[in-house]
């Protein structure tokens, strides 16, 4: 049975201004005898999650195209208006190789420019991070990201940064989209375009920017010597084809093979099934020119560029992908142990990372007498830090699980082009004195333990799916579980209710952390897990943690064989 409001919403939509294709696929959902994907196309509005807007591409509400990005940019119009009166106001805008890209890309600065909004737009289309320094550098007082990330074809995003070069945090989150409920209809988004409003950000901006990463380099002569590396990269299909290899050339490194069959942006991701590469399936063809070539170093990035991964030859000769929480903990110790070398540790450096990525990053940064930040999911929440501190402490480096990392501030967002740079100097240095990455991470495991984490991700379709989701957060909150998989849970946070559970004293403590929807269980053993329903999409979210001692370099395969045994049970727990 149709929902009668999702059928007024609709038939609002047909009323309004609307091309003649979009208007014949509504009168298809309306005529359908399933309801099905009417309701996802109506059944409500997208909404700002940790990534902006992002959804599947396609007519309604509920969806990516022309129109609901234009209600949203018309928002965002307003807010800005008001957020800056009386001022000049710019706003940088890029997209990556999805479908629609341009287009979307295109409508935004339409509306932003038919509203008397400045607009520097970026001639081709640029991997996130640069878009974040743009906005910094011409002094923009916000920007607009076109990508969905690493998700899949069928979907395209929308994330919005303010001035700062951060994607927007609250208030101006929950503001912008006031202002975006605000439009009721499509007939009151001013799509009157002024194009001497826009003017191009040029290829020479890619100087600029690479200039920035070059100053990120902590041992130049090293890479020159280690110049011949051989290292394989590919964009999977995606906008970071130029500037990775670019960065890597300015770090000093010179042997460089991209993959071919992905090295051109396309929105169809032809050879994989995800373009994500946190999936082994997306970097076959990586792993197999490296054979090829010998490479020493593996690098990929997804899509919009801001997320990387890394693969090794390990001790047995075989491609091994490092996880975000390996690599994340490889680029702090470096970095501080070179910062410690050159007496660059004042005690005014400060490291960030999310409650969801792994403890390491923390322990680390606190043996190195640096203080370290511990915030909610998103980078968002990060560059929040880095803003925060600004003038007072130097921020060094942050990250996520999620192969996000940034190195230096100029850069608000997640950086993959200047993380592949990073991780290629690692392993040059670590080269010179005669270690792989799979070293290093033995020597920090003996000294802090052997951290090891997993994920499981459960996606819901529909409006059923996210009740479903929701009742399942509302059953962790009202029958909290005494043990988990056996093992005792020693204490819950519960994020959303700001309040830390004691299962040892029975006692209720407060937190400190802004409120989120995510649950954490501790358990006697040291295993962590926390759950997070999705901001953007019916899916939920069980990151798992566990660690043990380390006892030395021989024990590293036996104590990971341990490690994954107790992720294996707790996944089949919450799976």
């Known amino acids: 049975m149709k929902d009668a409001a999702i059928i007024n919403k609709a038939q609002s939509w047909l009323s309004s201004n609307l091309d003649e294709q979009s208007k014949e696929e509504i009168r298809a959902l309306l005529d359908s005898e399933d ?32 129109y609901t990005i234009g209600m949203a940019t018309q928002g965002l119009a307003n807010y800005l208006k008001m957020s800056f009166p009386e001022e000049q106001i710019k706003v940088a805008i890029t997209h ?29 289309m640029r991997p996130t991070p640069m878009l974040s320094f743009a906005i910094r550098h011409y002094r923009c007082k916000s920007g607009v990201m076109v990508t969905a990330s690493h998700n899949p074809k069928e979907y395209n995003g929308y994330k919005v940064y303010w001035d700062d070069g951060g994607q927007v945090v609250a208030p101006h989150d929950k503001n912008i989209i006031t202002e975006v409920l605000k439009i009721k209809s499509i007939d009151d988004v001013n799509w009157n375009k002024n194009d001497e409003l826009k003017e191009f950000i040029e290829e020479d901006f890619d100087l600029v920017y690479l200039n920035e ?54 929105g169809t991701f032809p050879t994989v099934k995800y373009p994500n590469p946190e999936e082994a399936e997306a970097l076959d063809l990586s792993i197999k020119l490296a054979q090829e070539v010998n490479a020493e170093l593996v690098l990929a990035c997804d899509p919009d560029g801001d997320r990387y991964a890394a693969v090794i030859p390990n001790e ?30 004042t ?23 640096v203080d370290y930040y ?21 921020f060094i480096a942050g990250g996520e699980e999620s192969y996000g990392f940034l190195v230096g ?6 950086d993959g082009v200047s993380a592949c740079a990073i991780v290629a100097e690692i392993v040059a240095y670590y080269r010179q004195r005669g ?8 020597e920090i495991y003996m000294k802090y333990g052997f951290y090891k984490e997993s994920l499981i991700s459960i996606t819901k379709k529909g409006k059923d799916g996210a009740e479903q989701i929701q009742e399942l957060m509302r059953g962790f909150r009202t029958d909290k579980p005494t043990s988990i998989n056996g093992i005792h849970v020693e204490k819950i946070v519960d994020v959303q209710e700001s309040k830390v559970y004691s299962m040892k004293d029975g006692k209720t403590y407060p937190l400190d952390l802004e409120k989120s929807n995510v649950i954490q269980f501790y358990l006697e053993d040291g295993s962590k897990i926390s759950a997070r329903p999705s901001g953007t999409e019916p899916k939920i979210k069980y990151y798992i943690s566990v660690n043990e001692p380390l006892p030395n370099r021989e024990a590293y395969r036996a104590t990971e064989a341990s490690l994954d045994k107790k992720i294996a049970s707790l996944k089949r727990f919450f799976g």
């Open 409 to 414: 501030d100029f850069v608000r967002d997640k």
């Open 347 to 369: 005690g005014k450096q400060f490291t960030v990372s999310t409650i969801v990525t792994t403890e390491l990053l923390g322990v680390i940064s606190r043996d190195f007498g």
């Open 96 to 124: 990556d190789s999805r479908i629609n890209n341009t287009l979307f890309a295109e409508t935004t600065a339409d509306v932003l420019t038919a509203n008397g909004i400045r607009v520097c737009y970026f001639r081709d």
């Open 213 to 266: 990463v070059k100053k990120l380099s902590l041992s130049p002569q090293n890479n020159i010597v280690a110049k011949d590396m051989t290292i394989v990269f590919s964009p999977i299909h995606g906008a970071s084809g130029k500037m990775v290899p670019a960065a890597l050339k300015v770090f000093g490194f010179e042997n460089i093979h991209l993959v071919k069959e992905q090295i051109e942006p396309d």
């Open 374 to 394: 511990d915030v909610l999911t998103g980078f968002k929440n990060i560059a929040a830090v880095i803003l925060a501190n600004e003038g007072k402490k130097e």
């Open 35 to 66: 309801p099905t994907e009417l309701i996802d196309a109506f059944y409500r509005d997208l909404e700002f999650g940790t990534g902006g807007l992002r959804g599947v591409m396609g007519i309604g509400s509920n969806r990516m195209n022309v």
């Open 316 to 345: 047995k000769g075989e491609y091994e992908l490092l996880n975000g929480n390996q690599t994340g903990a490889v680029i702090i110790y470096y970095l501080l142990n070179l910062y410690r070398e050159q007496g660059r540790l």
């Open 435 to 442: 270690m792989n990455l799979i070293d290093v991470l033995a």
